[in-house]
């Protein structure tokens, strides 16, 4: 099985600044990827797919990048509505593989 | 609207079984890969199995594999999880998820409430 790790695991940040969180993947899956937010007690939230395509409706100041084995999600101007754990996921091969997690919160 | 309802989470003893319901409804739903993914208490993700849009084709996590089967009745609408040979290391929330884009694997765009499966003595 293909294994995610991501950095940091938690990290502390104020509204206004910006964040940058690395996937790793132990093996290439091209663009393969995306990214999550979730917030406790909700269920996952798609952000971002083919590593850097953005969903529909999520706003602009996320976005990611990478291919191959390294991988980063960006949040340009961090909202208050932007403190959540954010999880990558690969889907190049079977199984499917999540990263542990980067939780950011208020500093 | 696109709503996926999961229901059948319960207190089940090690070594019982278990069947999982997820209820899709607002999209065509055997155009669709279907995914389960669950949640341990306090934990991270974990996806579990998938199935494809006309069950032909089925994959799980190594953690299940042999214990749980995935399946659906598109004439339903649903997709189904059989949990056999439960461990206390099953015990999460158990979320219904589904894929992106037609007959392929994305991301994962819409998923359940979730519906938790505690094993316990």
């Known amino acids: 099985a293909i294994r995610m790790t991501q950095s940091p695991s938690s990290l502390s940040a104020s509204t206004g600044d910006r964040v940058t969180i690395t996937c790793r993947a132990s093996?290439?899956?091209?663009?393969?990827l995306a990214w999550y937010q979730q917030k406790p007690g909700k269920a996952p939230k798609l952000l971002i797919y083919?590593?850097?395509t953005l969903q529909s409706g999520v706003p602009s100041r996320f976005s990611g990048s990478g291919s191959g084995t390294d991988f980063t999600l960006t949040i340009s101007c961090l909202q208050s509505e932007d403190f959540a754990t954010y999880y990558c996921?690969?889907?190049?091969?079977?199984?499917?593989?999540f990263g542990p997690g980067t939780k950011v919160d208020i500093k | 609207e696109v709503q996926l309802v999961e229901s059948g989470g319960v207190v089940v003893q090690p070594g019982g079984s278990l069947r999982l319901s997820c209820a899709a409804s607002?999209?065509?739903?055997?155009?669709?890969?279907m995914h389960w993914v669950r949640q341990a208490p306090g934990k991270g993700l974990e996806w579990v199995s998938l199935?494809?849009?006309?069950?032909?084709?089925?994959y799980y996590a190594d953690s299940v594999k042999g214990r749980f089967t995935i399946s659906r009745d598109n004439s339903k609408n649903s997709l189904y999880l059989q949990m056999n040979s439960l461990r206390t290391e099953d015990t999460a929330l158990y979320y219904c998820?589904?894929?992106?884009?037609?007959?392929?694997?994305?991301?994962?765009?819409?998923w359940g409430q979730g519906t938790l499966v505690t094993v316990s003595s």
């Open positions: 996921q690969q889907y190049y091969s079977y199984p499917v593989t």
């Open positions: 998820a589904k894929d992106l884009e037609m007959a392929t694997i994305t991301g994962f765009d819409y």
């Open positions: 607002g999209f065509t739903f055997d155009d669709y890969t």
């Open positions: 083919a590593a850097s």
């Open positions: 093996q290439g899956i091209s663009s393969y």
């Open positions: 199935i494809s849009w006309d069950g032909g084709s089925t």
